[in-house]
């Protein structure tokens, strides 16, 4: 015992004393104190397990709240986005302040967003045009750009994004994934490490 756990030792003795004296002064037979003492007890080690394990247990009802909404976990600088029913990683980011859903292409060079997301979030509609291939042949799109793009603590400013003007689809790309410390799938999750 050192001289940094005299405080406590003077806390728990406190305790004690304070329990075993209401006990002694409310004179109940030696069988029901003894039912008390063992249900402060317990009461104290269900307390002590919650405070002692109270990152565990957020960590289990973020993950629970993931399985049932499809939204992201935050540790960290870490974001694993749980994969949706459709088989696909769906994340909300917030580009220039303006919540985008995208869905997590790998195949995507560069981060797409529709003619619509780009102008409620403020993104400039250059006329820089050029043809790309996508998953459904051939498009148009105009090369532009974000102020800041953010995915939980991972923050990404004046990013290089495309708008597709005919696809109502938002797609975060690898020019986003290379960016990141790493990306990785694991189990049903997508992990993201600025």
Do not use: C
Not at 33 to 45: T, V
Not at 96 to 103: A, K, L, S
Request: proline share 3%; no cysteine.
């Amino acid at each position: 015992m050192n001289s940094e756990d005299s405080p406590y030792i003077f806390y728990y003795i406190l305790l004690i004393v304070l329990v075993a004296s209401s006990l002694v002064g409310m004179r109940l037979p030696l069988k029901k104190a003894a039912k008390m003492i063992l249900a402060w007890i317990a009461i104290f080690g269900v307390i002590f397990i919650l405070v002692a394990f109270r990152g565990e247990f957020t960590d289990m009802g973020q993950r629970l709240r993931a399985e049932a909404t499809g939204t992201e976990i935050v540790a960290g600088e870490t974001v694993r986005i749980p994969m949706s029913d459709d088989g696909h990683f769906w994340v909300t980011a917030r580009v220039n302040g303006q919540d985008v859903r995208f869905m997590v292409d790998s195949g995507a060079s560069v981060t797409t967003v529709s003619k619509n997301a780009a102008q409620a979030a403020d993104i400039p509609i250059t006329f820089r045009r050029v043809m790309v291939n996508t998953a459904n042949g051939q498009a148009w799109v105009t090369k532009s750009h974000a102020e800041t793009l953010e995915i939980g603590p991972i923050k990404r400013s004046d990013f290089s994004v495309d708008v597709n003007e005919t696809e109502n689809m938002n797609l975060l790309g690898m020019n986003f994934l290379s960016s990141l410390r790493s990306w990785r799938v694991e189990g049903h999750f997508l992990v993201l490490q600025a």
